[in-house]
């Protein structure tokens, strides 16, 4: 069993502390550099949150570069960055309904009201910035570090549900739209079964290559070498918030032939949706269903998943009811997200 971080003195806590910060520096290397980590979602915010306990208890352990204090990497991959208007925030984390309901009793106590709650699917996605002038799309970013993404605005424009430019009319001089980039499930598995048509078929090109080899000293087709240079290029993906992650921050214009065709239809198979707004000072909304609501009549696609619930009560049943059905979503979850509704 894990001690409590304020039974631990000061040196067991940094030399934890320690530990925790490199595993979670590692995995987000590999999630943002290569789009690929052996680490689930559970163990990487278990790790997270136990820092975040120590740092509680030893706040001489907190520091500004320290992974509670940033949201992930940027700038990584060699794509061109852009610093966001506003600077996008993570989200705390409850891991049981006792803790959810903790959070809660304490953030009504906070607003000194009654309120309601805004509750939804927390996407198992790439988080983007969607930044327009007057109703134009300027650029789109990643979250990166939450304060410099990259910029990924030609990609993105390939995305479904990622508009040129706004529907409707009297659109602010800026305002930043804060999204989910999704790979759905069924099109994740579609994009594996495209991965292997493209290795029988690289295998195939070589194969025709060696034939075509008139040479008499000519070495025999070494099947199992060739089958292994085709799995290289087209590897099975591992989970589909890679795909999407790997998909949206490719660079196609440095591609060609089948490695081509497999960016397109990583790209193609990408969908979006929105759930925020930054960098809008004063926006004519008095609560966040009203900010879905704008949004959709912008144009931009809102999640069917998400529900205003008068109590907390109300809250459980919707974690419960997807606890239960997690299965029955178009995209893969990373937890629910409740929020106070009125802003």
Same mark, same amino acid.
């Given at each position: 069993?894990?001690?409590?971080? $304020?039974?631990?003195?000061? %040196? ?28 689930? %979602? ?37 794509? %061109? ?56 799309? $300027? ?142 000072? %004063? ?61």
């Amino acid at each position: 069993m894990t001690n409590a971080a $304020s039974d631990l003195t000061l %040196d067991d806590a940094r030399a934890e502390a320690e530990d925790l910060v490199a595993r979670i520096e590692s995995a987000r290397d590999a999630y943002y550099g290569s789009d690929a980590s052996d680490v689930d %979602d559970q163990t990487y915010d278990g790790w997270l949150h136990r820092l975040e306990q120590l740092e509680q208890a030893h706040p001489v352990l907190r520091t500004q570069d320290s992974p509670t204090q940033t949201v992930g990497a940027a700038g990584v991959t060699g794509l %061109d960055t852009i610093e966001h208007a506003e600077r996008m925030l993570s989200l705390d984390n409850v891991f049981s309904p006792d803790e959810l309901r903790d959070w809660c009793v304490r953030a009504e106590a906070s607003a000194a009201r009654d309120v309601r709650w805004l509750t939804e699917l927390k996407i198992d996605g790439l988080a983007i910035n969607l930044r327009y002038e007057n109703g134009v799309l $300027s650029s789109a970013a990643t979250r990166g570090d939450g304060r410099i993404g990259e910029i990924v605005t030609d990609n993105a424009l390939c995305v479904a549900g990622i508009p040129r430019r706004l529907a409707g009319e009297g659109h602010p001089a800026i305002v930043e739209v804060r999204g989910e980039v999704f790979l759905p499930v069924e099109a994740f598995h579609a994009l594996n079964a495209g991965q292997a048509s493209r290795r029988e078929r690289a295998l195939a090109e070589a194969r025709e290559r060696w034939q075509g080899v008139r040479s008499a000293g000519r070495k025999d087709f070494d099947e199992a070498r060739q089958r292994a240079a085709a799995d290289r290029r087209f590897p099975a993906f591992a989970n589909p918030r890679n795909a999407a992650s790997g998909g949206l921050r490719q660079q196609l214009e440095k591609k060609q032939g089948l490695e081509l065709e497999a960016g397109r239809a990583r790209l193609d198979s990408l969908r979006l949706y929105v759930h925020g707004i930054g960098a809008w000072p %004063d926006p004519p909304v008095a609560s966040q269903s009203e900010v879905y609501e704008l949004l959709a009549s912008w144009g931009l696609p809102t999640s069917p998943h998400l529900k205003v619930c008068a109590s907390i009560d109300e809250v459980l049943a919707f974690v419960d009811h997807y606890g239960e059905n997690r299965h029955a979503v178009e995209h893969e979850l990373d937890g629910i997200v409740v929020k106070i509704d009125e802003l």
